[in-house]
Structures are given as C-alpha cells and as structure tokens.
C-alpha cells in the first residue's frame, strides 16, 4: 500500500471518527490488499456493539468507497 493510498483512507476515516469517537469506539486501518480491499479493525464500544455491522457498512465503507472509488471492499477484522 503505497503512503499516498493511506494517507487518503485516513482522512475518509478521521472525517467519521467523530460520530465512533461520541460513543466510545473508533475505527483503526489495517491492510489494504492487493485487490483494493481495506481492512480496519473496530474499536472500543464499536468492537462489541450489536450494530457494529451496520456501522461498517452504512458508515465505513460507504465512506469509504465514496472518498476513493477504487477501493472494492471494507473488511472488519479482529
């Protein structure tokens, strides 16, 4: 993953860190693949909420996808 690709996931992910951060979680990268698919790990309250699913893709990944369209897929790990 090249710095310029981080760089510009990062900002996707700081302008939602706000709205994880209010609720005690946040949202960390991990990986960018080879196929254009991002890995990030939740955290905090975000790691055990029971719409943590819906966070990461009503709000992750769509956040995501829109800032950089090549991207292909959001993946929550652990």
């Known amino acids: 993953m090249t710095d310029s690709l981080r ?3 990062e900002i996707a992910l700081n302008s939602m860190r706000p709205f994880l951060q209010a609720d005690g979680g946040d949202v ?3 990986d960018v693949t080879d196929e ?8 905090g309250n975000c790691s055990s909420c ?23 897929r959001v993946v ?3």
Do not use: F, Y
Not at 36 to 43: D, G, K, Q, S, W
Not at 50 to 72: F, R, V, Y
């Open 28 to 30: 960390e990268l991990v």
């Open 50 to 72: 029971d719409i943590s699913h819906i966070t990461m893709k009503a709000g992750i990944e769509n956040g995501i996808k829109s800032a950089l369209p090549e991207i292909t």
């Open 7 to 9: 760089d510009k996931i």
């Open 36 to 43: 254009m698919e991002v890995h990030v790990r939740l955290i």
């Open 76 to 78: 929550a790990v652990s």
